[in-house]
């Protein structure tokens, strides 16, 4: 059985993600996901939902149609977008602990 972890992520292009796309963007550029507040629970699901959305968006936005496109957008399936929004809610909630 091969390990495909890395750097303490899933896989590769979990950890690439993470580095390149969200490293050091706070949890309140998404309005309306995973939010921390006194009267709802952080919601890691939708968050996630809304990162691969914005990696998308950025993917479709700096790229032409075509090739590499197609090879970068294969690369985002590979993410473990709930693992990516568990850990930017985890650091929120380290940021904010009193």
């Not at 957008?73 to 990516?84: G, R, T």
Request: glycine share 6%.
């Amino acid at each position: 059985m091969n390990d495909t972890t890395y750097n303490g992520w899933t896989n590769y292009a979990t950890w690439r993600v993470q580095l390149e796309m969200f490293d050091n963007i706070p949890i309140e550029d998404f309005a309306g996901y995973g939010r921390l507040n006194a009267w709802r629970e952080p919601d890691p699901y939708g968050l996630s939902l809304a990162m691969k959305e914005r990696a998308e968006y950025y993917i479709e936005c700096t790229s032409q149609e075509g090739f590499a496109r197609d090879y970068a957008m294969a690369f985002l399936s590979d993410v473990n977008w709930y693992e990516l929004a568990e850990h930017m809610i985890a650091a929120y909630a380290e940021e904010n602990a009193e």
